[in-house]
Structure formats: structure tokens, C-alpha cells
């Protein structure tokens, strides 16, 4: 069975860096593109970011330029860079295949408040 722990969340100050990680077990990660998604509370989840299992990323509109998303195959890792974090992009965030077909694991809060 796959699973995906997410971490790496926190409280930053605005205009600061994260970055998150996310460990899924199992070999159907190299196969799959993998995305960041987020969740705020009362709202839809939302793809943020997402990366090809040959590497090709597509961003939001809202992250990009301040966002990365990357995957280590060999390790079944796939990080996201944070950058330039406004209040705005706080909440859960989540990873999961592209689409999201795995079951959702915890997620790591992310805070962006002064």
C-alpha cells in the first residue's frame, strides 16, 4: 500500500522560505507525476504545483516564480520550494499522484503570518 507523509511545514514571517518534502512508499511513484496541493479551511483543494516523472513542472498562477517543485526517483521524494511566502499561502498542503488517486496523508501546516 502507498502511503505519503508529508513535513517541512511551520510558522515564517512574510517574504520568508520552507520547504517540504513528501515520502511515498512504494514503487508507483516513479511512474506517476506527482503534485503539491493545497487545502484551505471551507475551500476546495487546490493544485499548487506538479512535476512529470520525467520532470516537466507546471505551477499555479498564484505560486509561480516563487514556488519549486522537484522529485528524487531514487529516494521516492518530491520537495517543494517555498519562496517569497505571502499570508496568503497559508494552510495544509498535501502531496499526492497527479492526478490524486493515493489516499491523503496528514498534510504539514503551513503558517505565513508576522
Known amino acids: 500500500q502507498v502511503q505519503l507523509v508529508e513535513s517541512g511545514g511551520g510558522l515564517v514571517q512574510p517574504g520568508g522560505s520552507l520547504r517540504l518534502s513528501c515520502a511515498a512508499s512504494?514503487?508507483?511513484?516513479?511512474?506517476?507525476?506527482m503534485g503539491w496541493y493545497r487545502q484551505a479551511p471551507g475551500k476546495e483543494r487546490e493544485l499548487v504545483a506538479r512535476i512529470s516523472s520525467g520532470g516537466v513542472t507546471n505551477y499555479a498562477d498564484s505560486v509561480k516564480g516563487r514556488f519549486t517543485i522537484w522529485r528524487d526517483n531514487a529516494k521516492n521524494m518530491v520537495y517543494l520550494q517555498m519562496d517569497s511566502l505571502k499570508p496568503e499561502d497559508t494552510t495544509v498542503y498535501f502531496c499526492n499522484t497527479f492526478p490524486g488517486y493515493i489516499p491523503w496523508g496528514q498534510g504539514t501546516q503551513v503558517t505565513v503570518s508576522s
Open positions: 512504494g514503487s508507483i511513484f516513479r511512474l506517476n507525476a
